[in-house]
């Protein structure tokens, strides 16, 4: 599913234009996308939570330049899924 099909999913279901309900996904993306750069947390209850961990500077060997290059110490996005959504997943379908 693109952007695309939520916004004219979101505008057929809540009976708004697609403008408003872009207005409206890309207002929530954008605000998830400023507190993760703050590096908090953002949880979305029995969906899933999204946060930053800090990645230290590390020394890896790269085989196609066959040397150790540093790798500097950079932030990185996870996504972790609640149990609610994992159920409902893994629910088996008739």
């Keep these: 599913m693109t952007t ?4 004219k999913l979101l ?15 890309q207002g ?6 400023l507190h993760l750069a703050d590096g908090k947390s953002v949880i979305l209850r ?4 999204f946060g930053c961990k800090q990645i230290p500077q590390k ?3 790269l085989p196609g ?3 150790q290059c540093d790798i500097p110490a950079h932030k990185k996005l996870f996504f972790r899924t609640a149990k609610k959504l994992k ?8």
Excluded: H, M, W
């Design 59 to 61: 020394r890896q060997y």
């Design 4 to 7: 695309g099909e939520i916004v």
């Design 11 to 25: 505008a057929a279901r809540q009976g708004i234009t697609q403008v408003e309900a872009k207005k409206i996904i």
């Design 28 to 33: 929530f993306f954008s605000e998830i996308a």
């Design 87 to 94: 159920g409902q997943l893994n629910e088996p379908t008739e």
């Design 46 to 49: 029995d969906f899933g939570s």
């Design 65 to 67: 330049k066959n040397c």
